[in-house]
């Protein structure tokens, strides 16, 4: 029996992936804010930014195996699959930030753009630590709570920074260059989004805790 016991994935694996997850989001994170400095070096942050959203799909896929051959795990496997979805939609949309900036060639960026950007850079830093605390949910429920809420104030501000930030936009292009706020729009938008997705996953991680304390 030992012999097949030692086949099976730990339980503490399952927090090990998740923490590897979240470190894949920072590194992204980082890459894109880098990114919005603009300038010549900003093709090569992109190009960083999808070698961290590859990373991150290697281990969601490895935490969706532990996942089938696990008789025990942590919490509900429908949690897990859950968070982690939540964890790959936010580098995703990284991804697809980093997408748009090539595509279109930017190299400028507005500072409620680079402001967007440090918000996910902090969200991110909230979301490594969330994950490094959910190992021991029942003792770190306060703390996990203060990065959750910590989470949803930042997305908060981040409505506000993207209403100036379009504000801003139309004003510069309303009687100019159409296409450029097109653009600019499309780009304010993607930040937008990397920062709901980082509140996704601070709801999903507050489910958990809902369910399982």
């Not at 490895?62 to 949690?79: G, H, N, Q």
Request: proline share 2%.
């Amino acid at each position: 029996m030992n012999w097949f016991q030692a086949l099976l994935p730990r339980e503490d694996q399952f927090f090990d992936l998740f923490e590897a997850h979240a470190q894949t989001l920072a590194s992204g994170a980082d890459a894109l804010r880098a990114a919005l400095n603009g300038g010549d070096e900003t093709p090569g942050w992109c190009e960083k930014i999808v070698e961290h959203e590859h990373a991150a799909d290697e281990v969601a896929r490895e935490v969706l195996y532990a996942v089938r051959r696990s008789f025990i795990t942590p919490f509900d496997r429908s949690d897990i699959r859950g968070l982690t979805n939540s964890l790959d939609d936010t580098i995703d949309q990284m991804q697809k930030t980093a997408k748009a900036i090539s595509l279109y060639e930017v190299t400028a960026f507005a500072p409620k753009m680079r402001e967007l950007a440090d918000i996910a850079v902090q969200c991110a830093a909230l979301t490594l630590e969330t994950t490094e605390k959910l190992h021991a949910m029942s003792k770190n429920r306060d703390r996990l709570n203060e990065l959750t809420e910590a989470v949803t104030r930042l997305e908060s501000e981040s409505d506000a920074i993207f209403d100036a930030g379009m504000k801003a936009l139309f004003l510069e292009h309303r009687t100019g260059n159409a296409m450029e706020f097109i653009i600019g729009a499309e780009i304010y938008d993607h930040l937008e989004k990397v920062i709901d997705r980082f509140e996704d996953v601070a709801n999903r991680v507050n489910g958990i805790m809902v369910e399982h304390l």
